[in-house]
């Protein structure tokens, strides 16, 4: 069973032929990947993991996928990353969330400043494109460490004795206010 249907596939493929070498992984969530009812006009929500992610926001916009300034893409990645950007191929449209990799092991970790990409990798998500073993290997494990810090931010709401039920409506609770 495809986990990312096959105009998904296609955007994707289409993409990382484009990228000039600069995506490392490619990890879908959101509303698609969770089966909830879309449309063929709903985006794809992506989690693109780029080693220098100013290259890929070059290459995007080379290749016409991209219509903002990848020089002030670069530069608020620096700051706040990941840096939210639309990626347009014909019909396909994909809503990307781009990082570094050091920035999405740093963001998964207890030393992240803020809850949004562990709050995003707790849940049911896949890597679905993968540059080498390696980037696959790291990917998955800031994935295993974004589920593993959720005790972090769910501890002090959690009563003495819980299940793991009890423990993911907590975690949706707490996540959400």
């Known amino acids: 069973e495809l986990v990312l249907d096959r105009p998904g596939l296609d955007l994707l493929d289409a993409i990382a032929a484009k990228a000039e070498g600069s995506l490392d992984a490619a990890i879908f969530f959101g509303s698609r990947?969770?089966?909830?009812?879309t449309n063929s006009a709903s985006a794809y929500d992506l989690m693109l993991v780029c080693d220098r992610p100013v290259a890929?926001?070059?290459?995007?916009?080379?290749?016409?996928?991209?219509?903002?300034?990848?020089?002030?893409?670069?530069?608020?990645?620096?700051?706040?990353?990941?840096?939210?950007i639309r990626l347009v191929h014909g019909t396909g449209l994909v809503k990307a969330s781009v990082l570094s990799l050091a920035a999405l092991e740093r963001g998964t970790s207890a030393a992240r400043r803020d809850?949004?990409?562990?709050?995003?990798?707790?849940?049911?998500?896949?890597v679905v494109w993968a540059k080498n073993p390696e980037s696959a290997r790291r990917v998955g494990n800031?994935?295993?460490?974004?589920?593993?810090?959720?005790?972090?931010?769910?501890a002090p709401d959690l009563p003495d004795r819980f299940d793991p039920p009890d423990y993911v409506r907590q975690l949706l609770r707490t996540s959400f206010r």
Do not use: K, N
């Not at 890929?56 to 840096?83: E, N, Q």
């Not at 809850?115 to 896949?126: E, I, K, M, P």
């Not at 800031?142 to 769910?154: F, G, K, M, Q, Y």
């Open 115 to 126: 809850q949004f990409v562990a709050g995003r990798l707790f849940q049911d998500v896949h």
């Open 56 to 84: 890929f926001y070059r290459a995007m916009s080379r290749s016409g996928f991209l219509y903002r300034s990848p020089a002030l893409l670069g530069l608020l990645d620096g700051f706040l990353p990941p840096t939210q």
């Open 33 to 37: 990947s969770s089966g909830v009812a």
């Open 142 to 154: 800031a994935i295993e460490s974004a589920r593993r810090v959720t005790l972090d931010w769910v």
